[in-house]
């Protein structure tokens, strides 16, 4: 993979206000708002604050837009797409909504963030088994899938991109095993989104959620959920709601029966200003290319890690073809990562994640190879600073 040309990256600088003041490498924890996003979300506050309903109901006009966009950006159609508030959300719309049957199970790594483990574990209380793949002996591969698998499996649901590490899993590949024991296929999306290209279709996934405030550039308290056609009306709704309805408008008619598309799921008022925000940021790297973005955070984060290799640190990210994405996690022997992420912060402007495990690093497509020396350059201070305190 080439470097990337010094100064040139795929999203503008100039649309990223936090580059003023920070070398914000956090995109796994939380995603900044291009300026674009700013202007129009600024737009539907004062519509909202001079109008009310008035200033309010073009943007609910717009939802059916903003979710064939949305779905157009994963390979999805709109009525396959869902407004929710988080993460969680989606995954709970599919664990909720199965018919499940005691002794039925479902696979899980252990090493999964919460909002891919909690609504599943929920189960447990239903008599599903959840079987939990130990990710300290295996890495969830299509193989290892595969010896995981039994005839009462169900369901299995991976994260794209690990949180803590970053390693990227082969969706392809676990889909494949997973329908060839007749089971659904769920992805947690949330870390790979925004930063790679995805097609929901091509590779087989059967239901995919996402928070929007993270590598989609979007606001927090709203998320995505894909679930594919022919599976919407295959899954009772476990929170319905007024707008669940084939007809919201008609209030009295409570026996009408659902709606037929995956909006379904939304229940009530969905967060307009948040659909809005993953719209316009869809715009954004839409306009940049996502392909585009791919590639050059995957340089940067290939420049990061060689770099922390020659200054002796502790790498708790594997990085490889197919398996390399845009988080780097690392630690410096003799060195406590929580002082040493605040001292970045702090003294040189370097944002990350930094954990009593590590020091995580997640650039965007508008970071820069100077912000990843940056980084590099002064660590060797901190750490002696540190050692010798």
Not at 82 to 95: E, F, H, S
Not at 153 to 164: E, I, K, L, M, Y
Not at 201 to 226: C, E, F, N, T
Not at 295 to 306: C, K, P, S
Request: proline share 5%; charged share 20%; aromatic share 8%.
């Amino acid at each position: 993979m080439s470097a990337p040309v010094p100064g040139e990256t795929p999203l503008p600088r100039s649309e990223f206000a936090v580059t003023e003041r920070y070398a914000y490498l956090n995109h796994a924890a939380v995603g900044v708002l291009p300026r674009s996003s700013q202007a129009a979300l600024d737009a539907f506050v004062a519509a909202h604050a001079s109008g009310g309903v008035m200033g309010v109901f073009p943007y609910e006009g717009q939802m059916p837009a903003y979710r064939e966009r949305i779905g157009r950006f994963i390979g999805a159609s709109g009525d396959e797409i869902a407004v929710l508030r988080n993460t969680g959300d989606g995954a709970n719309a599919i664990a909720l909504g199965l018919d499940w049957q005691p002794g039925d199970e479902m696979i899980l790594a252990d090493n999964e963030f919460p909002s891919n483990a909690i609504p599943w574990l929920a189960l447990r209380a239903r008599g599903v088994n959840v079987r939990l793949v130990r990710s300290a002996e295996r890495r969830l591969t299509p193989d290892a899938l595969r010896a995981a698998m039994t005839p009462r499996t169900r369901v299995v649901a991976v994260s794209w991109v690990g949180f803590h590490d970053g390693y990227r899993y082969d969706l392809a590949g676990l889909a494949e095993v997973a329908h060839a024991g007749d089971a659904l296929f769920c992805v947690d999306a949330i870390q790979g989104l925004g930063a790679f290209p995805i097609d929901v279709r091509a590779l087989g996934i059967d239901a995919l959620y996402a928070g929007g405030a993270k590598w989609m550039l979007a606001l927090q308290g709203v998320s995505l959920l894909y679930v594919r056609r022919d599976l919407i009306e295959r899954l009772a709704l476990g929170a319905p709601g007024w707008r669940s309805m084939r007809d919201i408008w008609d209030f009295f008619n409570y026996d009408q029966p659902y709606a037929s598309d995956a909006w379904r799921f939304e229940g009530g008022t969905p967060n307009f200003i948040g659909a809005l925000s993953l719209e316009r940021a869809i715009d954004a790297i839409e306009r940049a290319g996502t392909a585009r973005i791919g590639e050059h955070v995957l340089a940067l984060t290939d420049r990061l890690f060689e770099g922390l290799q020659r200054a002796g640190a502790t790498l708790h990210t594997e990085r490889g073809p197919r398996i390399s994405s845009g988080i780097v996690s690392f630690s410096m022997p003799g060195c406590e990562s929580v002082a040493l992420g605040k001292a970045l912060q702090n003294d040189e402007g370097i944002v990350t994640t930094w954990r009593a495990s590590g020091i995580r690093v997640a650039p965007h497509g508008y970071n820069t190879t100077g912000e990843i020396d940056a980084l590099l350059e002064a660590l060797p201070t901190h750490v002696r600073a540190l050692r010798a305190s």
